[in-house]
């Protein structure tokens, strides 16, 4: 089924930036299944990794997620082995997130994974467009490197 033409709608900047974006979701998603592992479930993975040990209220700020949904996340990565929240060694508190060994070693893998479905989502572009792309989407994003 081939879609409406919506001439004007679809020459909008942000109608074909959320088409590339769902687009881009859809393999992300689908390569990290290939691991058994949700998109939510990476970037909090990922985002440990980087801040560990980290405060679970600074982590549920930091990937910008609601901390119920932080909590459900956090307790289906603990439970499989790859996160542990201990006392927060500023203030015992809080709980602290760190990775696993073997959080780690599924991490490098999802990592390699969503690398892999970025490329497929720009192979039309060249590595010099590539690059020119994503500073561009840096500008509007208004997000740092």
């Keep these: 089924m081939s879609e409406a033409p919506l001439p004007s709608i679809r020459s909008l900047p942000s109608w074909l930036l959320g ?10 998603a689908e390569a990290l299944a290939g691991e058994d592992m949700r998109m939510w479930h990476h970037v909090v993975l990922s985002a440990v990794r980087d801040l560990a040990p980290v405060a679970q209220a600074d ?10 949904d932080l909590v459900g996340v956090l307790n289906d990565l603990q439970s499989a082995g790859l996160v542990v929240r ?18 780690a070693r599924l991490l490098k ?8 479905a970025n490329d497929e989502l720009l192979a039309p572009l ?20």
């Design 19 to 28: 088409r590339a974006a769902a687009r881009g979701r859809a393999l992300v």
């Design 59 to 68: 982590l549920g700020r930091g990937v910008r997620l609601d901390p119920k």
């Design 86 to 103: 201990e006392p927060d060694p500023k203030d015992r508190r809080k709980n602290a997130v760190s990775l696993t060994g073997r959080g």
């Design 109 to 116: 893998r999802c990592e390699k994974a969503a690398r892999a």
């Design 126 to 145: 060249s590595a010099a467009e590539r690059e020119q792309f994503m500073a561009m989407l840096h500008r509007i994003s208004a997000t740092a490197d």
